[in-house]
């Protein structure tokens, strides 16, 4: 990982899919008993991190609630282990094809992988990512921590590689949020590697269950677990995944460390809570993806409608990129009305069942106006309103967006 800090040595650790193939099989788990068959992503969801087959051991891990465990064993200390936060890794890390890590939000997450960085290093980001991650990058970048931050469009795949030599990180976002540009993952983490910078991939978007960045050559993976992997609104929580490789398991122990000595160490409740969504996760991803390639197919012949983003539909820039490397296409929609932010703003409170909030990845479909934040990228256009289509129906759903489109668009009134 090009020049972070390789030095630090850590302390003793304690000791198939629902979905259509485009064009590749749905991704199959290696996390397996030695000599048998890899198992599906909706099988392993259901079936790791659980408790030893014994009699009368419980069939789901329970919570565990402790600061401080009796001395002896591999655990010691709350701010070390948990055997809850190790169930939700094990089936976080096995759905990815890693090693993962959880942290208290998805910005610890950040932040801990931000630390590895060098004092003076290079920080290659996308110009469309999370605000949280661009907030942390400006932040560094002005108290010179980080000598440069670079903002790039992904998609733009050549300009990216362009300016990989002599970064130390390169932070990818695919798709990005709130734009839902694609990137070419294995290109660009094959140029990364090629300039001796790691990748970190946040697929907080798309899910194990849509594509697995790790297999494309990603170093980490990113996780906000608040979002799809817990899945109900109703808790925060972050995740890192290595990848099972030499520098892969390096960073493990260096991120592990950082998480006991930083204190950026998850609630055993949230965890817990997050561990049950994970068990639904192939199902749940399912319906919405399903929810939103009929909604923005739909959305794309509205009146009141300019633009329509996502990756399901065929004249999207990302549509052919998307199509090769993910395995459905998110449930995630941004579309551009009519009217400029004005009527942008009045759809997000128009609607009836759809929810004026931020966040995504519940049950529930919720949207809301991006440029409604003061630190969204001016390049964001002011009357996009990104949807996070949720498992209602999708007739409902249908009925409640368009007549409040119709409501707000041009001639309405």
């Known amino acids: 990982m090009s020049d972070f800090d390789e ?33 599906g992503l909706d099988t392993v969801a259901v079936t790791a991190g659980r408790p030893p087959r014994d009699p009368d051991q419980p069939l789901n891990q ?7 465990y009796v001395a002896g064993g591999d655990l010691e200390y709350g701010r070390y282990a948990n055997p809850t936060w190790s169930a939700f890794e094990e ?4 759905l990815e094809g890693g090693r993962a890590l959880a942290y208290p939000s998805g910005l610890a997450a950040v932040a801990t992988v931000l630390d590895l960085v060098p004092v003076g ?16 990058l400006a932040d560094l970048v002005e ?4 000598s440069a931050a670079p903002l790039v469009d992904v998609a733009d795949t050549e300009g990216t ?33 090629e300039a001796g910078a790691a990748v970190v991939v946040d697929n907080t978007f798309a899910t194990p269950m849509l594509q697995r960045p790790l297999e494309y050559g990603a170093d980490v993976v990113l996780h906000s677990a608040t979002k799809y992997l817990a899945g109900h609104s109703d808790l925060v929580l972050g995740a890192l995944v290595t990848a099972p490789t030499e520098r892969g398991n390096e960073l493990h122990d260096l991120l592990d460390l950082r998480r006991r000595k930083l204190g950026a160490t998850p609630g055993a409740f949230e965890t ?11 199902l749940r991803v399912e319906r919405a993806c399903a929810n939103a390639a009929v909604l923005a197919h739909r959305l794309a012949q509205h009146p009141a409608v300019e633009r329509v983003r996502y990756p399901g539909l065929r004249d999207d820039p990302g549509h052919a990129r998307a199509t090769a490397q993910m395995t459905a296409y998110g449930a995630i929609v941004a579309v551009e009305v009519r009217g400029g932010a004005e009527a942008a703003e009045a759809l997000t409170t128009a609607t009836r069942l759809w929810v004026r909030a931020t966040s995504l990845g519940g049950v529930e479909s919720t949207l809301e106006r991006r ?6 990228s001016a390049t964001i256009p002011d009357n996009l309103v990104r949807l996070s289509v949720g498992v209602e129906d999708v007739e409902d759903l249908w009925a409640d967006l368009s007549a409040a489109l119709s409501a707000v668009g041009p001639g309405a009134g």
Request: proline share 12%; with cysteine.
């Open 272 to 282: 817990w809570l997050a561990l049950r969504g994970l068990r639904t996760l192939p």
């Open 7 to 39: 030095h630090a040595a850590p302390d003793q650790p304690p000791a198939q899919s629902q979905f259509t193939p485009m064009a590749q099989s749905p991704a199959r788990s290696q996390e397996h008993s030695p000599g048998s068959p890899a198992l």
């Open 91 to 94: 089936v976080l890390g096995a």
């Open 143 to 146: 108290s010179g921590r980080l």
């Open 121 to 136: 290093g290079i920080v290659v980001a996308p110009r469309h990512a999370y605000l949280g991650t661009l907030g942390q």
């Open 371 to 376: 440029r409604r934040w003061s630190g969204e």
């Open 62 to 68: 329970p919570l565990v609630m402790a600061s401080t």
């Open 161 to 193: 590689l362009a300016l990989l030599p002599g970064a130390d990180l390169v932070i990818l976002e695919s798709p990005t949020n709130p734009a839902l540009e694609v990137a070419d993952l294995p290109a660009l983490c094959a140029g990364a590697r």
